[in-house]
């Protein structure tokens, strides 16, 4: 597709549950984020690939969450045993790798996936 | 820690005024930093980016500025409209890969 695509757009599940979030980059972005947005606030870094290794995972909260790019395209969100505190948007983005001379690619973010969990 | 921090909080002006959004990062060391749109229950959509090695950018009505020895962004948005009503995220593309957002400001354009 044209832009970064996430499913499912929303997610209600009970406590205790597992729960997967899917994100498509736009095609040909090597760079893949994870980001996390409660109410009023601005997102937060959760987990960057490069490729299909997470170059930098120091934003996951727990390891109740883990994210996998096995094939450096698609990427998967995990959360295991699922708690109230991680009802959130979840916001994935795409990007070109970073560029020559340290310069950065441009951010393309899908439409997020919200969680509830009750 | 680069923290971001942005000024107003929310805004509301009449239809027509020239505005001007604030953002602030401590740590001047970025790649680039990106300005975003978002839309109530939306996504982000990506406004204007400027590199570290530039000043400014403009988009049509849109004209961001980046003066990194300050630590320091503006967004000027001319000739606002109600259509421009949502909140405004400015993002610093910090080492180590992470891009760190500010809390937003929620603009309120009066028709």
């Known amino acids: 597709g044209a832009g970064v695509s996430q499913t499912p757009s929303n997610k209600v599940t009970e406590k205790g549950k597992y729960v997967e979030l899917r994100c498509d980059p736009i095609?040909?972005?090597?760079?893949l984020y994870w980001y996390r947005q409660s109410l009023g606030q601005g997102p937060e870094f959760l987990i960057y690939?490069?490729?299909?290794?997470?170059?930098?995972d120091s934003g996951l909260p727990n390891d109740r969450f883990f994210a996998v790019r096995p094939e450096g395209s698609v990427s998967t969100l995990k959360i295991q045993r699922t708690e109230r505190g991680d009802s959130a948007v979840y916001l994935c983005?795409?990007?070109?790798?970073?560029?020559?001379?340290?310069?950065?690619?441009?951010?393309?973010f899908g439409e997020g996936s919200r969680l509830t969990v009750l | 820690k680069q923290e971001v921090t942005q000024i107003p909080a929310a805004l509301s002006v009449p239809e027509g005024e020239n505005l001007v959004l604030n953002c602030s990062f401590t740590?001047?060391?970025?790649?680039?930093l990106q300005w975003f749109r978002q839309d109530p229950g939306k996504g982000l959509t990506s406004l204007l980016l400027?590199?570290?090695?530039?000043r400014e950018q403009t988009s049509g009505r849109l004209n961001a500025s980046l003066d990194k020895s300050s630590g320091r962004s503006t967004l000027y948005i001319a000739a606002s409209q109600p259509g421009d009503s949502a909140t405004y995220l400015c993002?610093?593309?910090?080492?180590?890969?992470?891009?760190?957002f500010g809390a937003g400001t929620r603009l309120f354009v009066k028709a």
């Open positions: 740590d001047s060391a970025i790649y680039n």
């Open positions: 400027i590199q570290s090695s530039q």
């Open positions: 983005a795409s990007s070109l790798e970073l560029l020559a001379g340290g310069q950065a690619g441009e951010l393309f």
């Open positions: 095609s040909g972005h090597t760079a």
């Open positions: 993002a610093v593309h910090a080492g180590g890969f992470k891009t760190i």
């Open positions: 690939f490069q490729g299909t290794g997470a170059a930098d």
